[in-house]
């Protein structure tokens, strides 16, 4: 009766509704069927139905090819592979909605055949269109293969920092290991590795613009010396740190980074601006350079140059300062609230005067959100990195 009345008024959402309410799912399906109101009778329906009615619905959107809905109900109801079959046929959208559905699909279905489908689609062996690595790196988060997922992720930042995306490879290398980090995965050491190197190279331009080029020239000592992660920018790079050395005193690296400037496979893409100046430099030089001020190694106490990140005494990988680049110190230790990783605190806190977020996250930070820890001893791990 009520139904009647609700389409007497057209109004057919109101009709499924009522009709629902009252479980007669058959009736309000073919309402639905009749006046094309699928969607909303699916909106409706969503927590009472049955295997049978998300099967229905999902035959339904097949019919209409509308491949996203139809493998979205067909996922609903436990028929993965149909479920991937539409999923895979969907047009690529923005927002990749299909392949987000694929990758969650695939996670419950645990069907080696249908992973691997979707693996080669991923890869673009089926279509020629390799997708966005970072989903090969959910999948195999959602498969639970972490070994397989830490792999994807170096491949993938290692990409992005060959093309000279140094911001889109830190951030990518920053999202996945703290992914690995909150299941509790071991981070692999190149991982970390990569981190710590990207990280230095935001911080030279942070440090630059503050005006702190001590600061700015020791990690660009620590780029420079591993260069070869920067192939597009090497030529750039190099001058940068012939510049900054010099200007902070570090007279001896400055020249050594200009020899290798001297490098005829690099010296013609030299700046003209600065090429007189290197050559100069190289043709008399000069020695001198400030020591590097030595502070205590979190584990052990020994004393090592500030810069360092393995210390000499106990061998042990040192926690680095994402503000600075510094080795962390026992009794200067503060986290981002946000990504819990380390800073040194009072460098933090001189940091956040002209900077609103961690370098680390790009999460919004003040300096009233950073707290100096006085037992820091739960983020000092001994070893355990893989060499
Ligand atoms: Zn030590
Ligand atoms: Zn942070």
Not at 248 to 272: K, Q, T
Request: hydrophobic share 35%; proline share 4%.
């Amino acid at each position: 009766m009520v139904a009647r009345f609700f389409l007497r008024l057209s109004d057919y959402g109101s009709a499924i509704q009522f009709l629902v309410l009252s479980h007669c799912n058959d009736e309000a399906f073919q309402l639905a069927q009749q006046h094309g109101q699928m969607d909303s009778y699916a909106d409706i329906i969503s927590s009472e139905a049955t295997q049978e009615d998300y099967q229905s619905i999902a035959l339904y959107f097949q019919g209409q090819n509308k491949h996203l809905q139809a493998g979205k109900f067909f996922h609903k109801s436990g028929q993965y592979s149909k479920a991937l079959k539409h999923f895979l046929k969907c047009p690529n959208t923005d927002d990749n909605l299909a392949i987000e559905m694929a990758i969650e699909t695939v996670g419950q279905a645990k069907d080696e055949s249908l992973t691997n489908q979707l693996i080669d689609y991923l890869m673009g062996e089926s279509d020629g269109m390799p997708k966005d690595a970072k989903y090969l790196f959910r999948l195999y988060m959602g498969l639970l293969q972490y070994r397989e997922a830490a792999c994807t992720a170096i491949i993938i930042a290692r990409e992005e920092q060959s093309a000279g995306n140094y911001r889109n490879a830190h951030d990518m290398l920053f999202s996945m290991y703290t992914e690995l980090q909150t299941q509790k995965i071991r981070i692999p050491a190149e991982m970390n590795t990569n981190l710590m190197i990207l990280h230095s190279y935001i911080l030279v331009k942070i440090h630059v613009k503050r005006g702190e080029h001590l600061k700015a020239a020791r990690m660009l000592i620590r780029v420079s010396n591993n260069i070869s992660k920067f192939p597009s920018h090497i030529v750039p790079i190099l001058t940068s740190a012939v510049i900054e050395c010099h200007r902070a005193g570090l007279r001896n690296s400055s020249f050594s980074f200009a020899a290798m400037l001297m490098r005829p496979e690099y010296r013609h893409n030299i700046d003209p601006k600065y090429r007189k100046k290197i050559e100069t430099m190289v043709r008399r030089p000069d020695t001198s350079e400030i020591e590097e001020e030595s502070t205590p190694c979190p584990y052990c106490g020994f004393m090592l140059p500030q810069c360092e990140l393995i210390c000499p005494g106990c061998k042990n990988n040192l926690p680095y300062c994402i503000a600075t680049g510094h080795h962390m110190l026992k009794d200067d230790w503060s986290v981002c609230p946000h990504c819990e990783f380390p800073a040194l605190y009072s460098q933090l806190i001189l940091l956040l005067e002209t900077e609103s977020v961690c370098p680390m996250c790009s999460e919004t930070l003040s300096v009233n959100q950073v707290e100096k820890m006085d037992d820091c001893s739960s983020f000092l791990h001994p070893d355990q990195s893989e060499h």
